[in-house]
């Protein structure tokens, strides 16, 4: 869905180096999620974030990842230090209300991280 | 650990025939269950979905039939067409957490 807004849509690393992956939900969306996609995987729950507070992390590496889902600006999925191993598709999806409640998540056209 | 297991891993379909792809879960605490579809380079979109409470759902070409007993699910696609060549992916929910089958590539041959 394009009005989940993810950028950039490619980007390259080499190990060791950073990689910041920004959301912006759809207007009115207050839910933000972040999935990793490797193929023949699907898709793998990172991290769950509403304004200013992380609800569930527990899909999220312990060391070099965090995110943050600032009062003001999008959302950013942060790697430290990256590892070929971090190579995938980072989606970002957001919904309106709790997932239960309106049961629909609208992701992005999603990050390519290539770790070189 | 896999919370919704999903197969095929692919599927090749002759136009106008029927797709079938199949989820299974454990826990029964999850309580929706949507279908998305992925196209290539795209992000996935909710195609359809259910609770638990109803056996189908029909939209279109496209019907979920759920088992609650059996703890599965499975996506029906009548009369496929080359156009719905895509990759699936059920997934089922609880609260806040979405939880993903590993996809179907589904390719419809003209």
């Known amino acids: 869905n394009a009005d989940v807004m993810q950028n950039p849509r490619h980007l390259v690393r080499r190990r060791g180096q950073e990689a910041r992956l920004r959301c912006s939900p759809m207007?009115?969306?207050?839910?933000v999620y972040w999935y990793r996609q490797l193929p023949e995987e699907g898709l793998k729950f990172m991290v769950y974030?509403?304004?200013?507070?992380?609800?569930?992390e527990s899909g999220m590496p312990k060391e070099r990842f965090s995110a943050e889902f600032p009062k003001e600006g999008p959302s950013i999925l942060r790697i430290q230090q990256v590892v070929r191993g971090d190579s995938a598709a980072y989606f970002c999806?957001?919904?309106?209300?709790?997932?239960?409640?309106?049961?629909?998540?609208?992701f992005g056209e999603g990050s390519r991280l290539t770790v070189l | 650990q896999q919370q919704v297991k999903q197969s095929p891993q692919s599927l090749i379909v002759q136009k106008g025939g029927i797709s079938i792809i199949n989820c299974a879960y454990e826990?029964?605490?999850?309580?929706?269950f949507p279908w998305y579809q992925q196209f290539p380079g795209k992000g996935p979109a909710l195609l359809i979905a259910i609770r638990p409470d109803v056996s189908e759902k029909k939209e279109g070409r496209f019907t979920i039939s759920f088992n609650k007993s059996a703890k599965q699910f499975s996506l029906h696609i009548m009369d496929s067409q080359p156009g719905d060549s895509a990759t699936y992916f059920c997934?089922?929910?609880?609260?806040?957490?979405?939880?993903f089958g590993t996809g179907t590539s589904l390719t419809v041959i003209p």
């Open positions: 999806a957001s919904s309106q209300l709790a997932g239960w409640n309106t049961g629909e998540l609208f």
């Open positions: 997934a089922a929910s609880t609260g806040n957490q979405f939880y």
């Open positions: 974030l509403q304004k200013e507070n992380i609800i569930d």
């Open positions: 207007k009115g969306h207050s839910h």
């Open positions: 826990n029964t605490a999850f309580d929706y």
